[in-house]
């Protein structure tokens, strides 16, 4: 616990707002800092992301149409929920590490923006991505 609010002072405290056409991070005393799609490319059947994991956002939309057979560029949000966990979570994960870097030890605080009429199961989907994306 004491450890935890020692590494705080150093995290960045950002706001995510995970949309089904976009996701918009902002970092407090900074403001919108990314504003990327939401979508991400992966290869059929292993829904292993591309690039080692960055076919992400413009990369991954840039895909969108023009890949070969083995390659989906999907967007895991349909109605502003999740439609696919594991794809969700790395989403969440590469913009996570884009605007606060790396670090193993200080992990960002993150809040999530949801639509309002989501389900508790939803919203726990929500929070275990974002928790295993990296945030606090």
């Known amino acids: 616990m004491i450890f935890d609010s020692l590494l705080g ?3 960045v405290d950002m706001g995510i707002d995970l949309g089904t056409c976009n996701t918009l991070v902002c970092v407090k005393g900074e403001g919108i800092v990314l504003n990327e ?3 991400v490319a992966v290869r059929r059947g292993t829904n292993q992301v591309l690039r080692n994991g ?3 956002g413009q990369v991954a939309k840039e895909m969108l149409g023009r890949t070969p057979g ?8 349909k109605d502003g929920v999740i439609a696919d966990f ?4 790395a989403m969440l994960g590469y913009f996570i590490r884009k605007v606060h870097g790396r670090s193993r030890f200080v992990k960002p605080r993150v809040v999530v923006a949801v ?3 989501i389900t508790a ?6 929070y275990n991505s ?5 945030a606090r």
């Open 70 to 77: 083995s390659i989906s560029a999907i967007r895991p949000l």
């Open 37 to 39: 799609p939401s979508v």
């Open 115 to 117: 639509p309002s009429g």
């Open 130 to 134: 974002a928790e295993r994306a990296g």
């Open 54 to 56: 960055n076919a992400v």
């Open 86 to 89: 594991d794809i969700t979570e």
């Open 9 to 11: 002072m150093f995290s």
């Open 121 to 126: 199961v939803e919203k726990r989907a929500v």
